[in-house]
């Protein structure tokens, strides 16, 4: 037992069930005993995340962590991260995220040493050296383009070397791709009335029972009419009504009550998170095809749809694969694609950047800062969202939905600063409560201590102050007679021990007969 004790304490273990049990609850998870068959796959993931997180492990490995959980969860895990002994390896497109937790950059397999800012920062000095030399590549090539025009004999070695050279600079240049690429769509016009929602107000049964009559309100009363060229992105912890609430805008799911009033030239696309193909055994092209052969761009060009697939990475053989092979996220991008080729003024995209490369959600954000219809976005990437949303809606657990103007990042930190505040008010309540409870408790025993003062002793009281006083001469009589014995010279050390031993034990009781004679004694006499 003694060794069993060690080890529990040696490896901190005596808290473990308490940290596993606190975890889960800040991934949302309060029900212990519920069985993983009944939980959803995001919470399925939660659980799979918390599980690494306990873990007695020195390397954590973490393949898109952020998927699945709210910017409040967001928030603890990259607290989380930051402050473990653990070393972390991990693949996210979460930038904020890469930012605040990572101080290593892989690309491929080269190392930026840094954060995301001083990767981008690396990155474009990187850029600004390759263009230098493109430019000096070019003026060389003016030089020598010159000097072949000539037609000079390339039978001598130096001739020859120089006429490879010139070469390997014209495949260079040739070769080199623009990464950088822009999406804009020609826009689609709006109507004066676009989409407005009247008392809009939506329930649940509590505890997900059927049979249950308690409900839980997601959507309160909640009232909007959207303008021209906004851009909303609507903020809330999991389980606050995100999902429900761009359904009801979208016609997917009907309100308790309210009503919802679309423009005639309102044309709503909806990006949901699991999207569905009706028929795999198409080609990618095939499936874009559907939507539209061309489509024309904001400068008057037009793209095939063979050309703007490429544009989302779809090179090569891969537009002729049939979607049943391509990849969960080459599934979503694909989709994306089709959504926007559709050419929709209002669009409603609910977490469209998981599965993303960074690439393709450049891509995005690109395409979404330019567009001039209205967007409706919820996402847990706090870049994403500062990049193309400069209004919020906030919905609250009990299904109040309020409004903030300015990024995400602004409103997660004025939350923070708010959180703060509100603990210390809490802290200061707590501590107030505490001073004005011992002062109400010193109050009641000063006013007892005046009572007493102005009372009669009782009959019972009278006999146990008149034996208190026997028992006090007693007592200390038997204390003088233990000192004497004590430094008499006692020889016998077991004597000398029960003496000492009886003289302390002797000591706190003559002290509580003392006190309670005090409190008698102040006591009138019966």
């Not at 999406?183 to 049964?205: C, D, M, Q, T």
């Not at 049939?322 to 989709?335: A, D, F, I, P, Q």
């Not at 993303?356 to 219809?373: A, N, P, Q, R, V």
Request: charged fraction near 30%.
């Amino acid at each position: 037992l003694d060794l069993l004790t060690q080890e529990m304490t040696d490896k901190d273990l005596w808290n473990y069930e308490n940290d596993v049990r606190s975890i889960l609850h800040i991934l949302g998870i309060a029900d212990m005993s519920g069985q993983m068959k009944s939980l959803s796959g995001g919470m399925l993931k939660k659980v799979a995340l918390a599980q690494v997180l306990v873990e007695d492990s020195q390397l954590l490995l973490l393949d898109e962590p952020t998927n699945h959980l709210d910017i409040t969860t967001i928030g603890w895990l990259e607290e989380y991260l930051r402050n473990t002994d653990k070393s972390v390896l991990m693949v996210t497109h979460d930038r904020y995220f890469l930012d605040t937790v990572c101080n290593n950059i892989y690309e491929r397999i080269k190392l930026y040493q840094g954060n995301y800012s001083t990767y981008l920062e690396k990155k474009e000095i990187e850029a600004e050296i390759e263009a230098n030399t493109d430019r000096r590549i070019e003026s060389v090539l003016r030089t020598e383009r010159d000097w072949l025009m000539r037609g000079p004999c390339a039978r001598g070695t130096k001739a020859r070397a120089r006429v490879d050279n010139i070469h390997r600079m014209i495949n260079r240049e040739k070769f080199q791709k623009e990464k950088g690429f822009s999406f804009e769509v020609a826009g689609r016009r709006l109507g004066g009335k676009i989409l407005e929602l009247e008392h809009i107000s939506k329930n649940y049964p509590k505890g997900n029972s059927v049979s249950t009559k308690e409900v839980t309100p997601v959507l309160d009363n909640f009232s909007y009419v959207f303008n021209k060229g906004e851009k909303i992105g609507i903020f809330g912890d999991n389980g606050t009504g995100k999902s429900t609430l761009l359904n009801i805008i979208t016609g997917n799911l009907s309100p308790d009550s309210g009503t919802i009033v679309k423009g005639e030239n309102t044309v709503i696309a909806y990006y949901n998170q699991n999207p569905t193909f009706e028929n795999t055994n198409l080609t990618v092209l095939e499936y874009i095809k559907e939507a539209a052969e061309v489509i024309l761009m904001n400068n008057g060009k037009t793209l095939s749809a063979s050309q703007l697939l490429e544009q989302f990475g779809f090179e090569g053989k891969i537009q002729y694969s049939t979607v049943s092979t391509l990849s969960g996220g080459e599934r979503k991008r694909l989709y994306l694609v089709r959504l926007l080729m559709n050419n929709p003024n209002f669009l409603v995209l609910d977490e469209p950047t998981n599965d993303f490369d960074i690439f393709t959600m450049s891509i995005l954000e690109s395409f979404l800062e330019g567009y001039k219809g209205c967007l409706l976005v919820v996402s847990h990437d706090r870049y994403f969202m500062d990049k193309v949303a400069d209004t919020l809606f906030i919905l609250e657990n009990d299904g109040s939905v309020s409004g903030y103007v300015g990024k995400c990042s602004q409103y997660i930190e004025e939350r923070k600063e708010q959180q703060i505040e509100e603990k210390r008010a809490e802290d200061k309540k707590k501590a107030d409560r505490e001073a004005e409870k011992q002062k109400n408790a010193s109050g009641a025993r000063a006013q007892e201590k005046e009572q007493d003062l102005e009372r009669k002793r009782t009959f019972k009281e009278q006999k146990e102050f008149e034996k208190i006083e026997e028992e006090i001469f007693e007592m200390e009589s038997r204390k003088e007679e233990l000192e004497s014995l004590l430094a008499g010279g006692e020889k016998d050390r077991t004597k000398l021990a029960n003496h000492g031993k009886e003289y302390n034990e002797l000591q706190p009781l003559l002290e509580n007969k003392y006190s309670r004679w005090e409190e008698l004694g102040l006591l009138k006499d019966f």
